[in-house]
T-cell receptor
Framework: GAGVSQSPSNKVTEKGKDVELRCDPI?????LYWYRQSLGQGLEFLIY????????KSGLPSDRFSAERTGGSVSTLTIQRTQQEDSAVYLC?????????????FGSGTRLTVV | QQQVKQSPQSLIVQKGGISIINCAYE??????FPWYQQFPGKGPALLIA?????SEKKEGRFTISFNKSAKQFSLHIMDSQPGDSATYFC??????????FGTGTSLTVIP
């Protein structure tokens, strides 16, 4: 597609349930990032995939969060045993891999609400 | 620790006025400084970016001013329009690494 696609656009889940968020990056983009945006807050880095390299997981807030990227394309962010503080907009971005030249292209995000 | 500090948190400007948003950073290894614009319900979109080898970059009504010695950079929106009303984020990165974002500035341009 022409842009970064995220699904679902909205997700309401009960506390304690697991959720999976999906990101389809722009074709050919080797770098993929997940960020979290809480109400009135900036963008909090979660995880970064670059090609076949080991991902940078330094931003994941707890071991309940994990992400994978299959075939260097689609990525799934999984949150296990969701908590109310996990409620936020989860944004995925992709880039050609050289951030200083191309910047990120963001998707529209998945709004997660944990009730 | 907030890698990039952004101010003000919100800004109201009359149509035709100049909007100014400021950011400061600590890590001197940062070498790319983009600004993103976000409308409600959308992801942030790249607006303009600068590297530290220049002190100013202009694209249309949008200008980045960069002060390397002070570790500060700012976004100036000239002739602000109601359509510019959005949230603006500054960011900084080091080559090949993730972006660190500021906390955002909500801009409202009054007709």
């Amino acid at each position: 597609g022409a842009g970064v696609s995220q699904s679902p656009s909205n997700k309401v889940t009960e506390k304690g349930k697991d959720v999976e968020l999906r990101c389809d990056p722009i074709s050919g983009h080797t770098a993929l990032y997940w960020y979290r945006q809480s109400l009135g807050q900036g963008l909090e880095f979660l995880i970064y995939f670059q090609g076949n390299s080991a991902p940078d997981k330094s931003g994941l807030p707890s071991d309940r969060f994990s992400a994978e990227r299959t075939g260097g394309s689609v990525s799934t962010l999984t949150i296990q045993r969701t908590q109310q503080e996990d409620s936020a907009v989860y944004l995925c971005a992709s880039s050609l891999g050289r951030t200083e030249n191309y910047g990120y292209t963001f998707g529209s995000g998945t709004r997660l609400t944990v009730v | 620790q907030q890698q990039v500090k952004q101010s003000p948190q919100s800004l109201i400007v009359q149509k035709g006025g100049i909007s100014i948003i400021n950011c400061a950073y600590e890590n001197t290894a940062f070498d790319y400084f983009p600004w993103y614009q976000q409308f409600p319900g959308k992801g942030p979109a790249l607006l303009i970016a600068i590297r530290p080898d220049v002190s100013e970059k202009k694209e249309g009504r949008f200008t980045i001013s960069f002060n390397k010695s002070a570790k500060q950079f700012s976004l100036h929106i000239m002739d602000s329009q109601p359509g510019d009303s959005a949230t603006y984020f500054c960011a900084a990165s080091r080559t090949g690494n993730q972006f660190y974002f500021g906390t955002g500035t909500s801009l409202t341009v009054i007709p």
